[in-house]
């Protein structure tokens, strides 16, 4: 199992390059997106908002784990070579590097081609805050801290937890993910019911977070990018962010591009006072959104010739 979860997880990274997340195919992410909202409408009403939030949490990791579980339990009663293969499409359906850089890379070209407000609307398809208030350089800042962050959240946490637990871990982790983008909000309706939800995410990216950052300041020397800034912003800023996770990327591009993210932000009209991450050595510019997208795409490569390596190398002892 230990060799065939590995092959699952190179097709799944191989497809995930290949072909990122087409439109209009079916998607892992999308059919929990549609049970959570069921479940939601289910559970939400309850008096206690913070069990019926739990309770949800449980349903979907007990119907993530159970319903891949299965599938792959019945794909390896017919044949090894099925459950590889669908193995392998499931781990494709957790990854996301391809279609983060696809998706910051219509927010380069609408910046460039469109102006100011096609950038606006690209990058809104990426971001939840307000970008009709971002002058050019925020929606750059934008698209490069949404590059930073989903860097570990969609690419090396997913790895990780393939390469711990297989195709399961995988599915897994992104029921979890999934949870959080839906739930994790800090306002009136989900203050409480996705309070779960949120700290369960915090638990799932703690480990996978800081090793994503590790091998990003590996990969920004790869990429001809400040490696010892990046290090020296990441060791500083590291935890400037209301999640515990966030800016452990996030400090290490700031770090290696040299330039300043985060700070202030606006949601729903409403003004969110964020500290910055980095150092304003130079302004930020356009082509910094083709930088992030060149040490996010190294970062997924080492990340996952790491796990191939010691997955092997436990195969072979064994």
Request: glycine share 10%; with cysteine; aromatic share 8%.
């Amino acid at each position: 199992m230990l060799l065939y979860n590995t092959i699952a997880m190179a097709i799944g990274f191989g497809l995930d390059a290949l072909l990122g997340d087409p439109h209009g195919w079916p998607h892992l992410v999308i059919g929990y997106g549609k049970l959570i909202s069921l479940l939601e409408k289910l559970c939400y009403d309850w008096k206690n908002k913070r069990l019926a939030g739990a309770v949800l949490v449980i349903c979907m990791l007990l119907f993530a784990a159970g319903s891949a579980g299965l599938v792959l339990y019945l794909c390896m009663l017919i044949h090894p070579v099925v459950y590889v293969i669908v193995g392998g499409v499931l781990c494709w359906q957790c990854l996301a590097a391809k279609s983060l850089k696809v998706e910051s890379e219509k927010v380069y070209k609408a910046l460039k081609e469109g102006g100011l407000q096609s950038g606006r609307d690209a990058v809104a398809m990426i971001v939840g805050r307000d970008v009709n208030v971002l002058d050019e350089d925020g929606v750059v800042r934008a698209a490069v801290e949404t590059v930073a962050e989903n860097t570990s959240d969609g690419e090396i946490a997913p790895l990780l937890y393939m390469a711990l637990f297989g195709p399961v871990g995988g599915c897994v982790y992104k029921a979890i993910n999934t949870m959080d983008s839906m739930l994790g909000y800090r306002n009136e309706r989900y203050e409480r019911f996705g309070t779960v939800a949120a700290r369960l995410d915090d638990v799932a990216n703690f480990i996978p977070a800081r090793f994503a950052a590790l091998i990003m300041m590996v990969a920004s020397a790869a990429v001809g990018l400040n490696a010892s800034g990046a290090f020296r912003i990441w060791k500083r800023d590291r935890y400037k962010h209301a999640s515990p996770n966030s800016a452990q990327t996030e400090s290490v591009m700031a770090g290696a591009l040299e330039v300043r993210l985060a700070g202030d932000a606006v949601y729903g009209g409403v003004v969110h006072k964020k500290e910055y991450i980095g150092d304003d050595i130079r302004p930020i510019d356009i082509e910094d959104i083709h930088r992030s997208q060149r040490l996010m795409t190294v970062t997924s490569v080492l990340a996952f010739a790491a796990a191939v390596i010691v997955r092997m190398a436990i195969f072979i002892i064994r």
